[in-house]
């Protein structure tokens, strides 16, 4: 079991930057032993990944739509996990979901990608981005 909270949504023009974070408030297990990803869902849409990070850190991945755009990142020592989102478009407008899963293999094309692969969410931040 894990408590997430996320932190750092908010309202910013087209073309900039924002970071996001979520820190792990309580868990059963050491931070670093979760797979660590990042969900958004825009109004009346489904939620869709955005990026996960390995337990070490050194595993990234990204929706391919996103690469280039957004990072993420982890700093096990703060029990904490980062977005950095640069270059903001008004459709990356969404609410912004921390996800975390402790299992380490997920298996079926896409399967990381899956809202279903992880196990514990945090509550959400907004994140709106002006024209």
């Known amino acids: 079991q894990v408590q997430l909270a996320e932190s750092g949504g908010a309202l910013v023009q087209a073309g900039g930057s924002l970071r996001v974070s979520c820190t792990a408030l309580?868990?059963?297990?050491?931070?670093?032993?979760?797979?660590m990803g990042w969900f958004r869902q825009a109004p009346g849409k489904d939620r869709d990944f955005v990026a996960r990070v390995t337990g070490s850190g050194a595993g990234t991945y990204y929706a391919d739509s996103l690469k280039g755009r957004f990072t993420i990142s982890r700093d096990n020592a703060k029990n904490t996990v980062y977005l950095q989102m640069n270059s903001l478009k008004p459709e990356d407008t969404a609410v912004y979901y921390c996800a975390a899963t402790g299992r380490d293999y997920c298996s079926g094309s896409g399967c990381w990608s899956r809202r279903e692969s992880f196990d514990y969410w945090g509550q959400g931040t907004q994140v709106t981005v002006s024209s």
């Open positions: 309580a868990s059963g297990r050491t931070f670093s032993s979760y797979v």
